[in-house]
């Protein structure tokens, strides 16, 4: 099944007369900012169709906009929590190890590492410390091994890279296991 915004994309040339790199360059060449101003502009200017102008206008205010997720990462390791971002390295080089299934998932407060799904959670509360959610349902607490919440049945307090031990690494195998 094709994506209907893909289709609309290629057909640009064909049904408008230029490309949608093309047309990001129309827009940027105006002050314009609103997103009926910008549809506005191609409908009377250039005569193209209401559906095309808010495909083009869509995509040419989301260009850009969504960070990388290296950036997100960086974003949460700044400033206070700098110190926190090899303990955060240390954490993902483990999952990696698990197989190359495993994928990096970051969003703004925390970043998943997922399989056909979440088997775990980063995340950095304060700059003392990252919170690792492992998805473990049915396993017994421990003194390390915490409750955790809806998300993550169980979840580690980690302070540093050398933390990232056997124990843990075992934990996030078996999470990664029943992914």
């Not at 640009?12 to 101003?37: A, C, I, M, Q, Y």
């Not at 260009?63 to 960086?74: I, K, M």
Request: proline fraction near 4%; include cysteine; charged fraction near 25%.
């Amino acid at each position: 099944m094709s994506d209907p915004a893909q289709t609309m994309i290629d057909n640009l040339p064909k049904n408008t007369g230029r490309s949608l790199e093309e047309w990001f360059g129309v827009l940027s060449g105006t002050d314009l900012e609103k997103h009926s101003e910008l549809m506005n502009h191609l409908k009377q200017e250039y005569g193209v169709s209401h559906g095309f102008a808010n495909g083009i206008v869509l995509r040419y205010r989301q260009r850009g906009s969504a960070p990388s997720a290296e950036n997100l990462v960086d974003a949460q390791y700044a400033g206070p929590k700098a110190a926190l971002r090899p303990l955060y390295d240390a954490i993902v080089a483990a999952a990696a190890e698990l197989g190359t299934d495993v994928e990096v998932v970051p969003k703004k407060t925390g970043v998943s590492l997922r399989r056909s799904k979440q088997f775990a959670v980063v995340e950095a509360p304060s700059a003392r410390r990252i919170q690792l959610g492992i998805q473990l349902k049915g396993e017994a607490t421990t003194d390390r091994l915490l409750s955790g919440n809806a998300m993550c049945s169980h979840k580690v307090n980690l302070a540093g890279p050398d933390e990232v031990d056997d124990e843990l690494r075992g934990w996030l195998r078996a999470a990664y296991e029943r992914a």
